[in-house]
């Protein structure tokens, strides 16, 4: 059973910090690009942060950049979202994402919501 499942919402206030974790099982999760992904209710899912296998090549999204940071950790299968200096405009739900190839897994998100 393939699982993707996001952990480290909340509720935030603007410039404090959330570390979002997601833990896969079920795949050969070092095989995989992961990718954080987030929705806020009436607007297009918007990329925020991928990562290579090897762990050495990361990209983020302008909105983020300088503020999120992506990393993974191939024995544990778990990949983190560090996100600081936090904005209203990051509420969202945020969901995982696997790649490799034509395989693409999803988890249910977690929801952050940052107030002003």
């Known amino acids: 059973q393939v699982q993707l499942v996001e952990s480290g919402g909340g509720l935030v206030q603007s410039g404090g910090s959330l570390r979002l974790s997601c833990a896969a099982s079920?795949?050969?999760?070092?095989?995989?690009?992961m990718r954080w992904y987030r929705q806020a209710p009436g607007k297009e899912r918007e990329l925020v942060a991928r990562?290579?296998?090897?762990?050495?090549?990361?990209n983020y999204a302008d909105s983020v950049k300088g503020r999120f940071t992506i990393s993974r950790d191939n024995i544990k299968n778990t990949v983190y979202l560090q996100m600081n200096s936090l904005k209203p405009e990051d509420t969202a739900v945020y969901y995982c994402?696997?790649?490799?190839?034509?395989?693409?897994?999803w988890g249910q998100g977690t929801q952050v919501t940052v107030s002003s």
């Open positions: 994402n696997a790649l490799f190839g034509s395989a693409e897994y």
């Open positions: 990562i290579t296998r090897p762990g050495g090549s990361t």
């Open positions: 079920g795949f050969t999760f070092s095989f995989y690009a």
